[in-house]
């Protein structure tokens, strides 16, 4: 099993959706998690960051995590074609240099 | 602002070709260096980390190695390229802790 578990789609939506994305893990001492979003032929890029459980928002963005489940999730509101990229979720026990864990990524295309 | 630049962008090698590729990161200083591998269907790979001048750490054995020769230097090298060595190299640096910064990678395809 793997510690990081992420749907890699593709997942097409029309332009205004709301966006679910998902990752599950294993590994209960994974504290810290993070969202990014990479587009194609490009390095990925951090959109969220977020310690323990709980919500977090910015702008159209929203990260939860539910560390009772082992699941994280992104929700992208209003979504845009700008929003065609794939997304990859991660996590690691500590901050610092810690070893961080990703997931696959998941590919969404925001279809016009 | 702290900036990383990767190159090239796109290398093909021959099999049994060196490698080298370089990372550098301006506006920080003693940052925690990082290579990653990113290869179809497989995600993001460790493959060395560095906390300082000469000091390198390895998460996957095989016949890549790393070096640090300066503060804001990292580089990426190989004797022989094998074809299984094909793949997405990111450079990447964490500063105070929240996530990673990643350059723009370097696409290798060896034939």
């Known amino acids: 099993q793997k510690e990081v578990e992420q749907d890699p789609g593709p997942l097409s939506v029309p332009e205004g959706a709301i966006v679910s994305l998902n990752c599950t893990y294993s590994?209960?001492?994974?504290?810290?998690f993070m969202w990014y979003r990479q587009y194609s032929r490009k390095g990925p890029e951090l959109l969220m960051y977020t310690y323990s459980s709980g919500n977090k928002e910015d702008g159209r963005f929203t990260a939860q995590v539910d560390k009772s489940s082992k699941y994280i999730s992104l929700f992208i509101r209003d979504s845009q074609p700008s929003d065609s990229a794939t997304y990859l979720c991660a996590m690691s026990a500590s901050g610092g240099y810690q070893k961080v864990t990703f997931g696959i990524g998941t590919k969404l295309q925001v279809i016009p | 602002s702290q900036t990383i630049h990767q190159w090239p962008a796109t290398l093909v090698q021959p099999v049994g070709s060196p490698l080298s590729l370089e990372c550098t990161v301006e506006g920080t200083s003693n940052p925690n260096l990082y290579w990653y591998r990113q290869a179809a269907g497989r995600g993001l790979q460790l493959l060395f980390y560095?906390?300082?001048?000469?000091?390198i750490s390895s998460e996957v054995p095989q016949n890549l190695s790393a070096s640090r020769p300066q503060d804001r230097q990292f580089i990426l090298s190989s004797k022989k390229l094998l074809l299984s060595d094909s793949g997405f190299y990111l450079c990447?640096?964490?500063?105070?802790?929240?996530?990673?910064?990643f350059g723009s990678g370097t696409r290798l395809t060896v034939v």
């Open positions: 560095s906390v300082g001048i000469g000091q």
């Open positions: 990447a640096w964490m500063g105070t802790g929240y996530g990673y910064t």
């Open positions: 590994n209960s001492a994974f504290q810290y």
